[in-house]
């Protein structure tokens, strides 16, 4: 089997149709993945009723998926060079729809927990599948509009899943956030089946199980830390120090085997290209941002703006609003100008609107937020697509597949680790702007905007003390969410220095989508 280079870039499909299915079914799938991972986080309170699991174990529903997610992302290109990329984003398709059909027909917590390790598994592998089938079928003048199509997928499926989970879950029942897959999913291998081309496949590949091995117990002991250190009291408990110490032996003996072994599952000279680094760098800070502002956005306007789920959803819609106009404009001004201008001013709207909900209080209004979060957005949008470009436009053509993974697997662990510090943050500001305050307030302070005796507030009494103590509770709730966005405003700020480390890339030089022909 070879890998034929043709003279000049073009359309792999000269057929519109097959084109159109082609790249729709690739999006379908990507979006189905990317919905997954925050469409359940709204739908909890209400498992943990029919499934008769405590809030300790319905966790257990996110963790799984995640670790799964995770540890299978790596693996995605030599999965793909050693079966093809079309029979295994079919098999991926297939796999993730039935699996998410069985998590909705699930009847008890370990039921679930198993369906969706099995859904996070086949759902590893269609978000860079579908984003290195993307970058074959058109050639570097045309790679701008369709990875802002692609980015739409993955930004948007974060942003909407937590809107899309509250409507089906009031409006139906929890369990339509899997059986909603199904449909589409069926839809997907459809058309992957009949229209995309089969590609090549080299059955001699030997799969390098010690690599895979130690990065598994490396990113598995890494995600349980991440998820289980707030329950924990992070490092005093010996649990957590456990899995810190297991992940760093994973993560040192992957390292190691990666530069000494002879065929790694990741190749090396991946880590040559100055630009895709830098690609790995911004996706890590991107997840960061991304998920981590969303776990902070929705409970701010739900347990202190006193919205409801359905408000709450739609005040997020703005931003997703922002990431589409962002990309459509990203994907056409990118190869025209050098894109790390493009990038340095999303990155500026993004740090700015950090900045601006520093000073929300929970009497915010709607416009405030709406300008805010979709200025948040376009941010987000103008990073995204300029980056991926920048990153795989001098990448060797055989290693988009792995790089795909690769800038996933950043994607995937930015986000697990924003969660976990910025949910640290918040709970050490509470407590510790709480004691703060407790130490010097008076309920006849007038600063605290109450009279203890007409508000009956009054601290001699017992309902007087614990009513007291909720306000102080409350005022420091708020102080503490700004000074946790105050605090990504901060790690955002190194993301202009590795924009400009990066090359501007030739995209009229770019390798040609090789086209790859079955021996």
């Known amino acids: 089997m070879s890998a034929v280079h043709q003279p000049h870039a073009g359309h792999v499909y000269e057929n519109r149709i097959a084109e159109w299915a082609v790249l729709i079914g690739s999006m379908a799938g990507v979006l189905m993945q990317a919905l997954d991972t925050t469409i359940v986080?709204?739908?909890?309170?209400?498992?943990?009723?029919?499934?008769?699991?405590?809030?300790?174990?319905?966790?257990?529903?996110?963790?799984?998926?995640?670790?799964?997610?995770?540890?299978?992302?790596?693996?995605?290109?030599?999965?793909a060079a050693r079966f093809g990329k079309k029979n295994l984003m079919i098999t991926c398709v297939a796999g993730f729809t039935i699996a998410s059909m069985l998590c909705g027909a699930s009847q008890t917590l370990t039921q679930m927990v198993i369906f969706r390790l099995v859904q996070g598994m086949f759902g590893a592998a269609l978000g860079p599948l579908s984003q290195a089938v993307m970058l074959d079928m058109y050639p570097p003048e045309k790679r701008g509009n369709v990875m802002a199509i692609w980015g739409m997928g993955v930004m948007l499926g974060p942003i909407l899943g937590p809107t899309l989970g509250g409507y089906l879950t009031d409006a139906y029942n929890w369990r339509w956030i899997f059986y909603i897959?199904?449909?589409?999913?069926?839809?997907?291998?459809?058309?992957?089946?009949?229209?995309?081309?089969?590609?090549?496949?080299?059955?001699?590949?030997?799969?390098?199980?010690?690599?895979?091995?130690?990065?598994?117990?490396?990113?598995?002991?890494?995600?349980?830390?991440?998820?289980?250190?707030?329950?924990?009291?992070?490092?005093?408990?010996?649990?957590?120090?456990?899995?810190?110490?297991?992940?760093?032996?994973?993560?040192?003996?992957?390292?190691?085997?990666?530069?000494?072994?002879?065929?790694?599952?990741?190749?090396?000279?991946?880590?040559?290209?100055?630009?895709?680094?830098?690609?790995?760098?911004?996706?890590?800070?991107?997840?960061?941002?991304?998920?981590?502002?969303?776990?902070?956005?929705?409970?701010?306007?739900?347990?202190?703006?006193?919205?409801?789920?359905?408000?709450?959803?739609?005040?997020?819609?703005?931003?997703?609003?922002g990431v589409m106009a962002a990309m459509i404009f990203a994907g056409r001004l990118t190869m025209k100008m050098d894109p790390r201008y493009l990038m340095t001013v999303g990155a500026a709207m993004l740090i700015w609107s950090m900045w601006a909900m520093t000073d929300w209080t929970p009497g915010v209004g709607v416009r405030a937020i709406s300008v805010v979060?979709?200025?948040?957005?376009?941010?987000?949008?103008?990073?995204?697509?300029?980056?991926?470009?920048?990153?795989?436009?001098?990448?060797?053509?055989?290693?988009?597949?792995?790089?795909?993974?690769?800038?996933?697997?950043?994607?995937?662990?930015?986000?697990?680790?924003?969660?976990?510090?910025?949910?640290?943050?918040l709970t050490n500001s509470v407590q510790a702007i709480h004691s703060q305050l407790a130490q010097h307030a008076s309920p006849f302070n007038r600063a605290l905007g109450v009279n203890a005796e007409s508000m009956f507030f009054n601290p001699q009494i017992p309902f007087g003390l614990a009513g007291f103590n909720s306000l102080i509770e409350y005022r420091a709730t708020v102080q503490a969410y700004a000074n946790d966005f105050l605090f990504m405003f901060y790690i955002s700020l190194p993301v202009f220095l590795v924009i400009w480390m990066m090359r501007r890339p030739n995209f009229a030089a770019a390798s040609p989508p090789p086209m790859e022909v079955m021996d």
């Open 41 to 79: 986080n709204v739908a909890l309170p209400y498992m943990m009723g029919e499934l008769s699991a405590s809030r300790d174990q319905i966790t257990w529903v996110l963790t799984s998926y995640i670790i799964a997610a995770a540890i299978m992302t790596a693996p995605v290109g030599w999965m």
């Open 181 to 321: 897959n199904v449909p589409i999913g069926l839809a997907s291998c459809a058309a992957l089946w009949i229209f995309f081309k089969a590609t090549a496949r080299d059955s001699s590949l030997k799969f390098d199980w010690f690599g895979f091995g130690a990065l598994s117990v490396g990113l598995g002991a890494l995600q349980l830390l991440l998820d289980r250190g707030s329950t924990k009291d992070w490092f005093s408990s010996g649990e957590i120090v456990i899995e810190a110490i297991v992940a760093g032996i994973g993560f040192y003996l992957f390292l190691v085997h990666m530069f000494t072994a002879k065929k790694p599952f990741i190749p090396r000279e991946i880590f040559k290209d100055r630009n895709f680094v830098g690609g790995l760098v911004l996706m890590f800070s991107m997840g960061l941002v991304l998920l981590a502002s969303s776990a902070l956005l929705s409970p701010y306007l739900q347990n202190l703006a006193g919205r409801t789920v359905t408000q709450t959803g739609f005040l997020m819609v703005p931003r997703g609003l």
């Open 373 to 425: 979060t979709f200025v948040q957005g376009l941010g987000m949008g103008l990073v995204f697509v300029p980056m991926n470009l920048v990153a795989f436009a001098t990448l060797a053509p055989h290693l988009r597949t792995d790089g795909a993974g690769l800038t996933n697997l950043l994607r995937n662990i930015g986000s697990a680790v924003g969660v976990s510090i910025t949910t640290v943050v």
